[in-house]
């Protein structure tokens, strides 16, 4: 093996290192950029001095680049089991109003900024550590992750901000303004909104003092549901990253063992 570029060096001091000027690569294609975090994210390695200095002076050109492919790349790097890092490094780059404007916009708007980034880290933390374990999180649900801060300001009394008579309504508007941009598949689109709409049943938040009326077989039917697996795991996440008991989470758990023994 003839090692032209000194690749090898660069695997033993664990440096991503791009073959060529990364100045001219980056703006050839300024999506290298989120490939330079995932990779220094999944396999934790670090970047050059010169990549870093590139990625800072090109991180702008993103915003010329279409937005479903973006958003694509923001979903992989979901899936790196350091997306808490990742949004770091996107903060650092200013890039959440290039790549996820709605979130930023959400973020930029309101006093309690700092919580709510402290919120969706703490999700981001919590899929994270379920990766590592072995976790393989889908499209629907590395969607609830990224918007459940947001949507659980909404089912708040208190920092609710848009006027939807039904909770449920809020994660169906969300995701749905992300699959005209990003241009989901609408089955994936529809699992996030499930995954997030369950959450009311699974650990339901109070309104006005008041608790929402059911339908006769609500459980069964929410245990019958294809999502049901998926919105329970996400239930332990947002449980687990809050500091709250896992009762909830225990509860449906012996529930759905308890219906559907092996």
């Known amino acids: 093996i003839v090692d032209y570029i000194g690749g090898m060096d660069d695997i033993e001091k664990r440096q991503l290192i791009s073959i060529g000027p990364p100045d001219l690569r980056f703006r050839e294609d300024p999506v290298r950029i989120l490939r330079l975090i995932k990779f220094m994210r999944r396999l934790q390695l670090s970047a050059g001095d010169a990549e870093v200095r590139a990625s800072r002076e090109h991180a702008s050109l993103l915003a010329k680049s279409a937005e479903p492919r973006v958003v694509e790349e923001v979903f992989r790097l979901m899936q790196t089991g350091d997306m808490e890092g990742v949004w770091h490094d996107l903060r650092m780059l200013d890039l959440v109003k290039t790549l996820l404007p709605d979130i930023a916009h959400w973020l930029a708007k309101d006093p309690a ?15 994270d550590d379920w990766i590592w374990d072995g976790g393989e999180p889908d ?72 608790k929402r009326r059911r339908r006769r077989g609500w459980e069964e039917r929410l245990l019958a549901q294809d999502e049901f697996p998926e919105a329970l795991e996400f239930l332990r996440c947002r449980l687990a990253s809050a500091g709250r008991e896992l009762d909830p989470y225990d509860h449906w758990h012996e529930r759905s063992e308890s219906d559907h023994p092996e």
């Open 113 to 127: 900024a700092p919580a709510r980034e402290q919120r969706m880290a703490s999700l981001f933390r919590a899929m």
């Open 139 to 210: 499209y629907g649900f590395r969607m609830a992750v990224l918007y459940g801060a947001w949507v659980e300001s909404e089912w708040n009394d208190e920092t609710q901000s848009m006027n939807v008579r039904d909770w449920r309504h809020v994660p169906r508007i969300l995701l749905q303004q992300l699959q005209q941009r990003a241009r989901f598949p609408r089955a994936a689109v529809n699992r996030g909104i499930h995954i997030l709409q369950a959450q009311l049943d699974l650990d339901p938040p109070m309104r006005s003092g008041k």
